[in-house]
């Protein structure tokens, strides 16, 4: 997560009534964690049950305006719809390590009390 994406999460949040921002975070954090457990199964699923799921997890981030990992899994999604597979799961690892900073992200909001 970027240093503008953080602030613009984090200008998210205070945007809501106190009793609303850590059902938010928790509600990301869920989201977050189950997209990519979907996308970590790849030996189990079809490539259709991954597009759906690349496709959640850029939704989702980008919902929380968390560009990077968005643009990340929207072009994870897009070489697989297109076929190609190979290139499609070298973004694999960027995409985890951009997850694992916004959980960060996350971990950080949550001990300031949102």
């Known amino acids: 997560m970027s240093e503008h994406d953080r602030a613009t999460l984090a200008a998210l949040i205070s945007a809501l009534p106190p009793e609303s921002r850590g059902e938010l975070v928790r509600m990301y954090r869920r989201s977050l964690t189950n997209h990519l457990d979907l996308i970590g199964l790849r030996p189990c699923t079809n490539n259709e049950a991954l597009v759906v799921a690349l496709h959640g997890l850029a939704g989702s981030a980008a919902m929380m305006q968390d560009q990077e990992l968005s643009k990340a ?8 719809r ?6 499609a799961w070298r973004r694999w690892p960027t995409i985890q390590a951009l997850a694992q900073r916004t959980l960060a992200q996350l971990d950080s909001i949550e001990a300031a009390g949102a």
């Open 73 to 80: 899994a929207r072009s994870m999604e897009s070489d697989l």
């Open 82 to 87: 297109e076929g190609r597979v190979d290139p």
